[in-house]
């Protein structure tokens, strides 16, 4: 019988250690061509650069079947709600039957981190020892929470646009420093985590030390971007899908419009990467930029891992 689980169920059955190897596990699943997913269907609704997609995915491993529906609205950060909420369906991949029908938010919000804790491990410098977070909101301090299972930071930074958010972010974070601009963030740090919903660039590239690990998760539509493109150009530019990422980034689709560069870019996938297939950093000098749009293969394997944990605990309510 197929069951309903919540936002407090998923996250009781996801720590983020765990997750985040479940990420590395699709990311190369995807890159070897295990994974059958076309890039997400998208149409905007409302205003504001707000959106709708779906997303579905089937892997072989498993094998797993499923799809997640999302909706992006900024303009929620001012009525008090989400602005990313989600559903997922996940069906059994033998005879299409559904198995779960789940929150998506908090697996959108962890998922992210957890691909990005990947992303690090695989193109961090080693001897990196400080942290800038450019954003406050939740991918602020789900990122925190993930890359502090997988590197020790000596100094975090960050700074955000809006300053009330900053400082409730810091209370929220014992340790972390607030910075008066995100130039003053950047400068020097080792990693450098972008998390904001931002149209124009926030980071340039003067800014950016060589051997720096830059991870982008927002400017998630063609005409969005968070890096310069200087920046960008300069960078070994590692991405989770390079098909949507040729389609999808602003970052790199309006550099490439430009002409900052061709689509030979795109150094390589992540789960490339990880897979041994493709070398991530190259010397100690290289500025790696990481720049994620976000998989359905990540939200099906992360459903799975989800589903079968609940039924272990007999969490979730049965769908009659």
């Avoid at 909420?85 to 198995?99: C, K, R, S, Y």
């Avoid at 938010?105 to 977070?133: D, F, H």
């Avoid at 939740?138 to 502090?148: E, F, N, P």
């Amino acid at each position: 019988m197929p069951i309903w689980l919540n936002e407090a169920d998923v996250r009781a059955v996801l720590p983020m250690r765990d997750l985040i190897d479940a990420m590395e596990a699709a990311l190369r699943a995807f890159s070897c061509g295990q994974v059958r997913q076309p890039v997400r269907s998208v149409i905007e609704a409302g205003s504001g650069g707000a959106f709708f997609a779906s997303m579905p995915a089937y892997t072989e491993s498993g094998p797993v079947m499923g799809a997640k529906l999302v909706t992006v609205y900024h303009e929620n950060a001012h009525r008090a709600l989400p602005t990313h909420q989600a559903v997922i369906v996940l069906l059994d991949a033998e005879t299409g039957t559904l198995q779960a029908v789940m929150d998506g938010r908090y697996i959108t919000e962890a998922r992210t981190a957890a691909a990005s804790a990947v992303a690090l491990r695989a193109l961090g410098r080693p001897g990196a020892e400080t942290l800038a977070i450019i954003g406050s909101g939740v991918q602020a301090g789900s990122h925190l929470k993930a890359l502090a299972l997988v590197w020790k930071f000596a100094e975090v930074r960050c700074w955000s646009p809006t300053e009330a958010n900053l400082r409730k972010f810091a209370a929220a974070n014992p340790g972390v420093r607030t910075a008066a601009s995100a130039e003053e963030a950047v400068r020097g740090a080792d990693v450098i985590v972008i998390v904001t919903s931002s149209l124009v660039p926030v980071v340039q590239n003067e800014w950016v030390n060589a051997g720096a690990c830059v991870i982008s998760v927002g400017a998630c539509r063609p005409n969005q971007r968070e890096m310069d493109p200087k920046l960008v150009a300069r960078g070994r530019l590692i991405v989770d899908t390079r098909a949507a990422a040729l389609r999808e980034s602003g970052d790199v689709v309006m550099a490439m419009a430009e002409g900052y560069f061709g689509p030979e870019h795109v150094a390589a996938e992540l789960g490339e990467v990880v897979a041994g297939r493709a070398p991530g950093r190259i010397s100690a000098d290289d500025v790696t930029i990481y720049k994620p749009l976000g998989m359905a293969v990540e939200d099906v394997a992360a459903a799975r891992l989800a589903y079968s944990r609940a039924c272990a605990a007999g969490k979730g309510v049965p769908l009659v």
